[in-house]
Every structure is written in structure tokens, then in C-alpha cells.
């Protein structure tokens, strides 16, 4: 499995962490440790649930799905980040750090399982591990662009 950029870019949220407390409203509502935390608890989070699936995935077709991955990029302001990947206390350094740990790790883990993992996503549907990667490439992508368009 092909994980060498999803791990590059763990490398640069973390990079991007000396600016967590940036801010620009015209941009988004949101600082820069916001996007960091968000973005590593969708990583969590994704690739916990592909731990646990039962490695039945059976392809369907889904207009959505295919829309995602052949733009490859995800509009701004469009969408809403569920609660379960959202922080509502204040976002420390030391959280992001566990949070970064954490993801590297799993990372790894991805390198093991079956193609077959799966799991739903609420906007694109059911993505096998090979469309979970690439989710979690182009999410984390869009955030980093957004960070930097805060921080400049």
C-alpha cells in the first residue's frame, strides 16, 4: 500500500504547528491548530474504523464518490466536519503532538490491512482502503491549503 505521501503530509501539519494560533476570519472561522487537530482526527478516526471493518467491501456505484475523486479537491465552506472530528475546548500543542504520534502509527497500520477494509464516509459513501487513502490525502491537502492561506 501506498502510504509515503499521506505520511509526508503528517510531516507538514506538524511543520505547520509553529503557527496554531494564527487566525484570519476572511479565510475561515477557525485557527490553524483547529485545522491541524481536525485533520489528524479525521486520520484517526478513518483509519480506526478500517481497523474494525469486516473486510467485506463490495463496489457500488455513487455519483458523488466518483465526483470526489475525479476533482480531487474539496470546495470550500461547502461541507460541515462532523462532531466527532471537531474540538470545541481550546486545541494545546501537546494535544496535537499526541494526536501526531498517534496517526504516524496508524499509518503504519494501514500498510497491513486487507484492500477490502472499508468505511462510509457521510457525504461520499463506502471507501475501500485504496479510496481511503486517497480521502485522506485530498482532506488533508485541503486544510494544509487553507493553513497556509491563513498564515500568509
Do not use: C
Not at 505521501?5 to 494560533?21: A, M, P, V, Y
Not at 486487507?114 to 490525502?137: C, M, S, V, W, Y
Amino acid at each position: 500500500m501506498k502510504t509515503v505521501q499521506l505520511e509526508q503530509l503528517i510531516g507538514l501539519l506538524e511543520k505547520k504547528t509553529i503557527h496554531s494560533s494564527n487566525e484570519n476570519s476572511t479565510i475561515s472561522s477557525v485557527n490553524v491548530a483547529w485545522h491541524i487537530d481536525h485533520s489528524l482526527k479525521v486520520i484517526n478516526s478513518v483509519i480506526a474504523t478500517l481497523q474494525k471493518s469486516d473486510a467485506k467491501y463490495r463496489w457500488d456505484f455513487n455519483w458523488k464518490r466518483m465526483y470526489f475523486f475525479l476533482r480531487k479537491s474539496i470546495p470550500r465552506g461547502k461541507a460541515r466536519a462532523p462532531k466527532a472530528v471537531q474540538s470545541f475546548e481550546e486545541i494545546t500543542i501537546k494535544d496535537i503532538e499526541r494526536q501526531l504520534k498517534t496517526a504516524r502509527f496508524l499509518i503504519q497500520e494501514l500498510e497491513t490491512m486487507d484492500k477490502n477494509t472499508n468505511f462510509i464516509h457521510p457525504f461520499i459513501g463506502r471507501l475501500n482502503l485504496k479510496q481511503a487513502i486517497l480521502f485522506l490525502e485530498i482532506h488533508t491537502q485541503h486544510h494544509l491549503a487553507i493553513i497556509d492561506d491563513i498564515i500568509q
